[in-house]
Structures are given as structure tokens and as C-alpha cells.
């Protein structure tokens, strides 16, 4: 992947909504937008998913519209004060109330901190359906010694502040990022995956200056060890972790996946 973040433009505003969003190039019928209350029940039956539950290993499974409380208790009020953080710098003259992405529009100078991810669904804009989600996170685990030299501060802590910044690492900023992300059955087989998350990636990612992503990747989940390679993440170690007996309990073994982004930002990340 040998995109600079500057030559697509993917993050905008959508002023009918009030809400940011990421374009998915190759799916024009899709967003990444921010969660909706009236998504609760959708994102219950997404997670309920046999195999997206068995590959979860902090999500509660069964999942229960319960559960969506901690959402909303404990995600969204920072997540939406990162959504005012955002508004003025991506609201345009020209996107009045449309919420169009008419012209060519440079983006503009990211925030002087990294704000929480405001987007978690990627959702359909003409029926609402929900295609997947994603999240970022900042990773707290200590970072091994094969971790490229941009990350290796991942034992910092982080935490939302009330501004909707993460307020740790240099500049308020951690330095190592993890991501995660899951698709509807009913959009698998489409590439759908490696979009959304490339779009994450340019359009937000390297956008607000984070200096490393990581996934953990079960190493028998072959269609997400070719998602993350394909949008330049590199195996550097592998791990046993414990599952939780709820989802099958015993070990399992994961593959830690890096993607140095100041090498995607400056053009010279590649695709495997």
C-alpha cells in the first residue's frame, strides 16, 4: 500500500447528519460513520455471529443489547467530543447542508492531538445496513523487541480525556495503536475488509499522526492474516493467550501484526 493519506481525500462532514464520516473507495454505498442508538439491535445480532464471536476475545459472547451500555456510558461521551473537535476543521462553505463531497477540497491540518476514533459502523447510506464495524484503540501491551523502531511504547497508558483526546505518549498522543474490525456475512467475499480498513488507515490514521497500528490476528484465521497483509502490516511475533471458557476456553496462538504508518504516510509503505 503505497498511498500518502493526501491523494484521496476520505474524511468529511456530513452536515444533514452532524456527524463525521470515511468514504470506503470501491464501495460507494458505504460509510464509516459514528454508532447510532437505533443500531443497538443490529450490532447485537453482527457480535452473536458464531464465528465473529469465536474470534473475539475481549467481546462478552453471547452478546446481549445490554452489553451495548458500556458503549454508551463509557465510549461514546469521549467519542463524541472528538465529533466537536473534528467539526470545524472538516465542515466546508460548500457542504451546506448536503453533506456532499463536491470538489476538491484539500484536507485540512489534523487537530494538535490525536482524538479517541469517532467512527465505529460502517453502515449502507441508502438502507442502513450494517456492513461491519471497526474500532481503534490504544495498545498498552509492552511492545516486543521485532516491533519496527516506531513503535516500542506501547506500555504507556491512555485514556479519553473529557476534550476527546487520548491524553497520554508525547503531544497527548500514544504512540501504538491497535485496530480491530469485523464484517456481515452478507458482505463478505467482496474485498470489503482490506477497503474499509485501508480507508481507516489513509483517511484517518496517518491523517492525525499516529506512528504505529497493530492487529492480533489468530493464526488459524487465514482471511484475516491476508486482510492485514495486503494493507501492509508485518508478522513480527507470535503469542499463546488464554480464551475465555465462554468462547471454548483453552489457548490459543495469535500473530502480532505491525504496520509502521510514518512509512504509509510518506509514501513508501508497501502491499504485500
Not at 178 to 187: H, L, P, S, T
Amino acid at each position: 500500500m503505497s498511498v500518502s493519506g493526501q491523494e484521496q481525500r476520505l474524511l468529511w462532514w456530513d452536515a444533514d447528519k452532524n456527524e463525521p464520516y470515511l468514504a470506503v473507495p470501491g464501495f460507494p454505498d458505504l460509510r464509516i460513520t459514528p454508532f447510532h442508538k437505533e443500531d443497538d439491535p443490529h450490532l447485537v445480532e453482527l457480535y452473536n455471529d458464531p464465528l465473529i464471536g469465536s474470534w473475539a476475545w475481549r467481546r462478552p459472547y453471547p452478546y446481549l443489547l445490554a452489553d451495548r451500555d458500556f458503549v454508551w456510558n463509557v465510549l461514546y461521551p469521549p467519542q463524541r467530543a472528538a465529533m466537536e473537535l473534528l467539526k470545524p476543521l472538516l465542515t466546508l462553505p460548500s457542504e451546506a447542508s448536503s453533506g456532499a463531497q463536491g470538489g476538491a477540497h484539500p484536507l485540512p491540518s489534523p487537530p494538535p492531538t490525536t482524538p479517541v476514533f469517532p467512527l465505529g459502523v460502517v453502515r449502507d447510506i441508502h438502507t442502513g445496513h450494517i456492513a461491519g464495524d471497526l474500532s481503534i484503540f490504544p495498545d498498552t501491551s509492552p511492545a516486543p523487541a521485532t516491533v519496527p523502531d516506531s513503535a516500542g511504547h506501547g506500555d504507556i497508558p491512555a485514556t479519553p480525556g473529557p476534550s476527546g483526546n487520548l491524553e497520554a505518549g508525547r503531544g497527548g498522543t500514544p504512540h501504538r495503536w491497535e485496530v480491530a474490525y469485523n464484517v456481515d456475512e452478507r458482505y463478505r467475499g467482496r474485498g470489503l475488509a482490506v477497503a474499509m480498513l485501508k480507508a481507516v488507515i489513509t483517511g484517518w490514521c496517518v491523517w492525525v499522526g499516529m506512528e504505529t497500528l497493530i492487529a492480533h490476528v489468530e493464526t488459524r484465521n487465514t482471511g484475516s492474516q491476508s486482510v492485514v497483509r495486503r494493507c501492509g502490516f508485518q508478522l513480527v511475533d507470535l503469542e499463546q493467550r488464554e480464551w475465555p471458557a465462554d468462547k471454548g476456553g483453552g489457548t490459543r496462538e495469535l500473530g502480532l501484526w505491525v504496520l509502521d504508518l510514518k512509512r504509509v504516510g510518506s509514501g513508501s509503505g508497501s502491499e504485500a
